[in-house]
């Protein structure tokens, strides 16, 4: 019987014939992908090899217009007299070009701890975060988030808004000598299904809520915004919507003591295609119907409807980068189960998440033989020698890819939310596996510019961890000495011995 090729399987599994619009970040023309439709991932691989890391700033300036543009579309068709504000959780990727190329699209911003906020004052001050957009301040805030927040405050930012987490924050800012815009985190949207464990750590109860509200009134501030969030990833739309429903009243029940409230935060949860093949979200529905329950409970309540917040983390940036990865060999596996395909990286640095969370999966693409017979393969990071370091975990079903083994590169999208950011940038890696040369392509104008940086190097990897590298001028080679005859009549040869040196390499940022 002849053998299944990765495209029937593609053509079987998610209806993609092999040409054409293969996810909403990704396009394949002529066999080869594009990402954003624009990026030639395979003349990347030719030109630079693998490992790679691309990053396409492009497609946040994407992700955040489509958005506006269907929160567009739904206040229309709603006649939702509220505005929508994009909110850019720079937790999910703090790098520079990430979080300026989601300013420059138009979004406000959120932070979740002191050095966040730290970034955000340098941007107010660069004024590349204008006075006009929101900065939610979200987290448990120790005293250096509060200093932080107190300095952008009296350095002139009047639309920062500490969202409180503990009425203790409450305190610590009361006397701030400017006006300030609170927000407060509704609790019970945290774990309301059951299904955020970890997330009801957050924000206040009911009554808290109330000593909140009473206290700022009674203060020179203001509390603007209610803050609910139901978890990260939400798929179910439906099921996002009826759990936000009861947030909406809360928010309705404050509103009519409070009326300087006016803002609606749905937080996080707003979920991304990179992580799975045949994903779909309808967005827009979602945004129609989540100001239709708005306009609706606020009617019910007798209140105006608010402004409407999300902020989007996983949303905005898992689709700017991908990594290009190769397979270096291939272990058969035990009998009767799939080979083993060892990449010349590590999985378990490269994706943290598919270890810290329960079912997380990532798109994965070969960039060329899809002509060729599919095979359920694992993944194994070559450069650890982890038993933790596979994909997918040992639970969940193979990965399907060629079977071209040795020499195929693979694309993992959706790894630009988090990953990085939990890994680290720089720094000392499991098994000092370093990190891959990166590429990064931003817009300028019409045109597209390219940074190169290169494979973190060894070197910088050992400085970190308190070794100091010695130039070696001129290594020599290992030279025996002459053989000596011992009484014995026998020969030995000795080894020099040699003090241990590490060897320069090109440096690269560590
Ligand atoms: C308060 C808050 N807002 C937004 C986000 C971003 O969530 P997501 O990545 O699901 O968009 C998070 C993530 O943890 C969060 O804690």
Redo the contacts with the bound molecule.
């Keep these: 019987m002849k053998q299944q090729t990765y495209t029937n399987y593609m053509q079987d599994q998610f209806g993609f014939a092999g040409e054409g619009q293969l996810t909403d970040f990704m396009v394949r023309r002529e066999g080869e992908l594009f990402l954003g439709g624009h990026l030639n991932l395979n003349e990347l691989a030719r030109n630079y090899g693998a490992p790679l890391e691309v990053v396409y700033t492009p497609q946040i300036t994407a992700q955040v217009e489509r958005m506006y543009a269907w929160a567009e579309v739904a206040r229309q068709a709603n006649n939702y007299a509220g505005r929508f504000l994009y909110a850019y ?1 720079t ?2 990727n703090f790098a520079a070009e990430a979080v300026q190329t989601a300013l420059a699209a138009g979004v406000h911003y ?1 932070t ?1 701890a002191a050095a966040d906020l730290t970034i955000a004052h340098s941007l107010f001050q660069q004024g590349l975060l204008t006075e006009d957009r929101l900065i939610c301040c ?2 448990s805030k120790e005293p250096n988030y509060l200093a932080a927040i107190r300095a952008l405050r009296l350095d002139g930012a009047a639309n920062v808004t500490p969202v409180l987490d503990d009425l203790d924050e409450l305190d610590a800012l009361l006397d701030l000598p400017a006006p300030l815009q609170f927000g407060v985190r509704e609790r019970a949207a945290g774990n309301r299904d059951g299904l955020h464990p970890g997330n009801d750590r957050f924000g206040l109860s009911d009554a808290e809520l109330r000593l909140a509200a009473e206290r700022i009134a009674a203060s020179p501030h203001q509390l603007v915004l209610y803050h609910a ?1 139901i978890g ?2 939400v798929e179910d739309e439906a099921h996002f919507l009826a759990t936000l429903r009861a947030s909406v009243e809360g928010y309705c029940r404050l509103r009519r003591q409070v009326p300087s409230l006016r803002y609606f935060n749905f ?4 979920p991304t295609s990179g992580y799975r093949l045949g994903f779909s979200f309808d967005y827009a529905g979602f945004l129609s119907r989540l100001m239709a329950t708005l306009i609706e409970t606020c009617a019910a309540y007798d209140v105006p409807v608010p402004d409407l917040i999300g ?5 905005t940036v898992a689709n700017h980068s991908v990594l290009l990865l190769e397979v270096g060999a291939v272990k058969h596996g035990q009998a009767g189960q799939p080979d083993w395909y060892l990449m010349n990286s590590s999985m378990m640095v490269s994706l943290p998440d598919a270890l810290l969370v329960e079912g997380q999966e990532f798109v994965m693409l070969p960039l060329s033989d899809w002509d060729r017979p599919v095979v359920p393969v694992r993944l194994a990071g070559r450069r650890t020698c982890d038993s933790d370091d596979v994909y997918p975990r040992p639970h969940r079903p193979p990965l399907m890819l060629p079977n071209s083994g040795a020499g195929l590169l693979v694309a993992v999208c959706g790894v630009g ?1 988090y990953q990085q950011m939990i890994s680290g940038r720089g720094g000392a890696h499991h098994c000092l596996s370093p990190e891959p040369a990166r590429i990064i392509v931003s817009a300028q104008g019409e045109q597209l510019v390219t940074r190169y940086v290169p494979q973190q190097d060894q070197a910088s990897i050992m400085r970190l961890l308190g070794y100091q590298p010695r130039p070696v001028p001129n290594p020599r080679p290992l030279r025996l000495t002459p053989v000596v005859v011992g009484a014995s009549g026998v020969a030995r040869r000795r080894i020099q011995p040699r003090p241990l040196r590490l060897v320069r390499e090109a440096a690269s940022g560590d």
């Design positions: 959780a937790k999910a959120e979740s979200n987290g969030m990260s990833q937080g996080g949860g707003v902020e989007f983390g996983r949303y939310a």
